[in-house]
Every structure is written in C-alpha cells, then in structure tokens.
C-alpha cells in the first residue's frame, strides 16, 4: 500500500511490486551472491534481463520484426538529437505542441533545415493544432503524442505521408498503439515504464541508412541495434526496474486492459474539474490527455490556490503543483498511479468545495 497519493509528472509513481523486487535484486540478483549492480552486464544472468525486457516490450506493444527495440541512456532529451541525426537529411517537420516539441525541433535545427508545420504556441499549448497539412517532401514528422505539461494528447496513430517520429515519453504503454505506423518511437523510461536513467526506442530498421552524414557510434542507432542495447555498459539498474514494471503492467492483463483504467481515472478526475464550481480544466477538452490532468482555480476563486493546495497535502496529495508556465495543478495520473488515489483527490476537491461554497 502506498502512503502517499502520488501525483508526481516524473519521475512518478511505480508499482510497488516492481520497487519490492528491485530491493530483492540489489541485495541477491538471481541468487549470484551478488548485487543487481555488481554483476558484468555480459553475464548469462543479465543476459536473461534484457532479453525479458526486451520480449514484455514486444509482447506488450505487439511490436512487429520490422521494428527494433533499443534501451539508451541519455534520457529523451538526448533523443531529440538522435533523431536529427539519425533521420534528418534534407527537411523535417515538427509539431510544436509544447516545451518538449520545441527542444526537440531545437536539436534538430542544430544538425539541418528543420521546421514547426503548425504549432498551438499562441493559446500556451492549450490544444493540438487541426487543420494542417504535412508537407510530402519531409525527411520525417515529429510529433509529441502527450504534451506532459499542458495536459493534452494526441491519442491516436495518425497517417502521415513520410516517416512518423513520436515522442512517447508521457503515454507510452498507455494505451495500444499501432507500432507499424511509426519510423520512431522514444522517450524517457521515466513517466510510465520505470525510472529516470534509461529512454526507449522503437526503430523500424528499414528507416536507417538514409542520411549522408557520419554519426557518432553513441548517436547512430544502427550502432546500438548492432550492440542489441550493449554497445557500451547499459544502464543495468534502471533496465532491471523497467522490467518488473512491465511485468506488473502485463499482469494487469496489459496494455488494453491498463488503457481501461487509464480512461475512467481520467474520466473521473475530468468530470470533478467540470462539476465543481471551484476549478477549471486548462485544457481543450478534444485533446485532453488521460495521463497529465491540468486545472486552475475557476475564475472569481484565484485566491483560494494557495489554500487548496495545502489543503490537499493535509490529505496525502503529492506532486499536484502545476508546471511553472502553466500554473494551477497537475495530477499525473500513470499507469501506476491507482484508482483509489484519483478517487482520494477527487473526494478533497469536493470536500474543499464544501468547505469554501454554502
Ligand atoms: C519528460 C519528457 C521529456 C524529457 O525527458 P528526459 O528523459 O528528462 O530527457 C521529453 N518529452 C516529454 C514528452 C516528456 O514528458
């Protein structure tokens, strides 16, 4: 059982099954006598972890053999050059659907001619931009499926005319997602598969080899597949975590089942910000996203931010603090993050009604 109700946007909550056997790892990994820490990455026993990883992420995302899956460190933000650097040839095209999307298109436009196609920067990121249209003479087209700080989402697999780059770091393992329809999928393990000190890829091998330039052995993702995740020493502990979080994730009967329960926390939550008289969504309610859930007080109600939050802490609440070019809250509500605790914020938001309107 938690003590807390866990609301942090990442590093966040994980399962506590998966923390319990990390405990277990590092004090006797696989009965070595040894730490999860201390054993050679290129011992049989660790072998035996990646590989598992490797197959929950298949098996989980049903994954197709078109597709690689890589585990680097560096976090997502070092993603955003690799992509560059991996992808970008002559043009590449972003979404500027947040903070995020724009240090991505930043790195790119450091490496060659990158671009934002359309961008919803004039509403503070409020909303996904509709109604553009993706150029056909792109290299790739990058968009941020989950826009962590502004609370809204792309929750769909779009079709696009040239390859499709996803940063997936928010809602990865969210909901199913057609992998097929993806050159590139990453992100920091952070938000919803583990903790911070590892990021994901999800290559289509046949997308590689485009770019004329000389990449770097740590930037080339051929390199890596090459290695399979081991071109040099991986992040052994953060890769162990991840595991057990995606094993907990396939008890819980996967990626559809979880997707479930994602959408009626989200529901719930989204139904007490339009009920109560006190706050308001942030967030354009098409592309509200079912992982960050943002809100402010309601107008006329301001003055009552601070109180609200401290009175939310009095009752167990953590991480609700919105992001500073937001304002207000944010309750991230990943996988990890239970029913009960969603349920437990709602119950203060009522109560804090009550208390402030007779
Ligand atoms: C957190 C986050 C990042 C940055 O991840 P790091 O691993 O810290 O570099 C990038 N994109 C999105 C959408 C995020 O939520």
Redesign the pocket.
Same mark, same amino acid.
């Given at each position: 059982m938690k003590k807390v109700h866990n609301f942090n946007a =990442?590093p966040c909550v994980l399962p506590d099954q998966a923390i319990d056997k990390a405990i277990e790892a590092l004090k006797d990994f696989e009965g070595t006598g040894m730490s999860v820490i201390e054993v050679s990455h290129r011992s049989k026993e660790w072998g035996k972890v990646m590989d598992e990883c490797r197959s929950l992420w298949r098996e989980l995302l049903d994954i197709p053999d078109t597709h690689e899956i890589l585990f680097l460190g560096g =976090? @997502? %933000?070092l993603e955003f050059l690799l992509v560059a650097m991996n992808f970008l040839e002559n043009k590449a095209g972003y979404l500027e659907t947040g903070v995020?999307a724009k240090k991505a298109l930043k790195e790119a436009k450091g490496i060659g001619n990158a671009y934002a196609v359309a961008s919803s920067a004039d509403r503070t990121y409020s909303y996904i931009p509709k109604n553009y249209e993706i150029p056909f003479d792109l290299d790739y087209f990058h968009i /941020?499926t989950?826009n /962590?700080i502004y609370g809204t989402e792309i929750s769909y697999d779009m079709d696009c005319p040239v390859p499709l780059i996803a940063?997936m %770091? %928010?809602d990865i393992m969210s909901r199913p997602v057609d992998v097929s329809k993806y050159a590139l999928i990453y =992100? =920091?393990a952070?938000?919803n598969v583990g903790p911070a000190g590892v @990021?994901f890829a999800i290559v289509r091998k046949d997308a590689l080899g485009k770019v004329t330039r000389y990449i770097p052995s740590m930037l080339d993702y051929r390199v890596h597949i090459d290695g399979g995740s081991m071109f040099n020493t991986p992040p052994v502990f953060p890769i162990f975590v991840m595991k057990e979080t995606l094993k907990w994730l396939k008890e819980q009967g996967g990626v559809e089942a979880i997707s479930k329960v994602n959408k009626e926390k989200a529901a719930l939550l989204y139904a007490e910000i339009d009920r109560n008289r006190l706050f308001t969504g942030t967030a354009a309610k098409e592309d509200r996203s079912i992982m960050n859930v943002c809100f402010v007080m309601a107008e006329g109600y301001e003055y009552l931010q601070d109180e609200f939050m401290e009175f939310a802490k009095s009752k167990g609440m953590v991480g609700i603090k919105g992001h500073r070019s937001v304002g207000g809250f944010r309750a991230s509500i990943y996988n990890a993050c239970p029913l009960e605790s969603v349920s437990a914020l709602v119950d203060c938001m009522k109560e804090f009604e009550n208390m402030k309107i007779k």
């Open positions: =990442g =976090g @997502a %933000s995020w /941020t989950n /962590t940063d %770091s %928010s =992100g =920091g952070q938000k @990021a």
